[in-house]
C-alpha cells in the first residue's frame, strides 16, 4: 500500500466529512487507506459519520488524550509506504496528493513534506512553513518584525518568508495540518511525543527528522485549512495552549533557551489565563465569549438544484441577505466567481462541490486573494453549507 490517511477528529463532524469526500475524489489513483480517530467526540461524529464511509477505518478513543496521542493511535495501524497526517478542517486536492506521493517516491531523502495551504480568503497561510524557533527568531515573530520584514533572512526566519512560494523549497517545520511522512522514518525516530497535548509536536516531530540527517520540504501544491478560531476566547486559549507546548519544545531540545524564555513564557501565560477567567468577565460580563456571528452575503455558483437546496437554507436560516445565485457547472463557467463581475458586495463565494472539483475551487480561490471573498461549499450529497465559522442545513444552525 502507498498511503495511509490518519485523521484525528474530535467534535468537528461535518468538517471532517468535508475532508473525507475531498480525501475520496483525490486518492482514486493512489492505493491508500484512511484512518479516522476521534477523541471521545461528543457531537455524535461516529454516529453520523461511520454510516456514510463505509471504507474508512474507525477508531473510538473513550477519553480524549491530545492531538499526538490520537495521531499516534492512527500511525500505530497504518499500513502505507508513507502517512499523511491530516487535520479534519482541510479540504484535500488530487494535485497535493498525487504530487506528495510522487515527491516522496522521487526523492529518498525526504523524511517529511507540507504543502502550499491557502486561507479561508485564498491568501497564502504563513505557517505553510516554518523555521526552528530560537529566542530571536520568536522575538521577531512576537514583535511583528517577521511580517514587516519578509524578505528579510534576519527578520523573517519563523514563516522562512524569503522563499518562493511556487517553488519546492528544503524546509525546517512543517505543519501537522498536512504532513507527509516516510513511514521508515517514523519507524527510525519515533512518532509523536505526547507531552505535547496540541501545538508544537508537528515541530518537535519536524526537529527530530532534521537530527536523522533527512530533510522537510514544501511544495508548492494547494490544500484549504480552515483554522476556525471564531472567538476571542477560542483565540486566547490557542495561545496559552501554544506558548505552554513551546515551553515543553524548548525543554526538550535547546535547555539554555528554555532557561532564557522561561520567564518570558511563564509571565505570558499567567497573563492569558487572567484574561481569560477574570479580566474579559470583568470587563464585558459573563456571557463575554459568546459569538457574534457576522452577516453573510452569498454568491453562489452551481447547479439548479443546489440554488434552489441553497435558497431553502438560508431561508430557514434566516440567512436573509441579498444573495447571488449563478446557475452553471464547471464546464459551462470554468472561471467560476472570476465570470461574475463586480464580487465586492459579497462575502462569500458559495461554490456547489458536486459541480465544482475542490481542485478548480481552490485554483480560482486562489485568483482573488485577500479581497475579503471567503469560501463556503455545499453539497447536494450532503445537504450541507460549511463556512469557516458555522454549519448550515434545513436541520439546524450551527
Known sequence: M????????????????QCLRAVQRAV?????????????????SMLYLKPRFPDVRWIECKENGGFSHGNNI????????YILMLNPDTIVTREALEGGVRFMDEHPEAGAAGVRMINKDGT??????RGI????????KATGLCRRYPKSRLFGHYYMSYLNTEEVNPIEMVSGAFMMLRSDTLKR???LDEQFFMYWED???SYRILKSGEKNYYLPYTIFHYKGESSVKSLLRYRYWLYSSLQIFFRKHFPLYHILMYIPLQIAVAILKFRIHHAYPMLYGKNWDKYQEPKKRFLVIGSQQACEEIKAICAANNLDEAHM?????????????????????????????ESYSYDTILKLLRETPGNNLRLATYSTATGNLITEDAIYNLKNNE
Not at 493512489?30 to 455524535?44: A, L
Not at 497564502?124 to 512553513?129: N, P
Request: with cysteine.
Open 2 to 17: 502507498k498511503l495511509s490517511i490518519v485523521i484525528v477528529n474530535y467534535n468537528v463532524k461535518y468538517y471532517l466529512e
Open 28 to 44: 482514486s489513483d493512489i492505493s491508500h487507506e484512511v484512518i479516522v480517530v476521534d477523541n471521545d467526540s461528543e457531537d455524535g
Open 74 to 81: 492512527g500511525f500505530s495501524h497504518a499500513r502505507g509506504e
Open 124 to 129: 497564502f497561510a504563513m505557517e505553510s512553513r
Open 133 to 140: 524557533v530560537t529566542p530571536w527568531v520568536a522575538l521577531c
Open 189 to 191: 525516530i519515533g512518532t
Open 203 to 205: 515541530s518537535d516531530l
Open 325 to 353: 445565485y449563478i446557475a452553471a457547472t464547471e464546464a459551462e463557467k470554468p472561471l467560476g466567481h472570476l465570470e461574475a463581475g463586480d464580487t465586492t458586495a459579497y462575502s462569500h463565494v458559495l461554490y456547489d462541490a
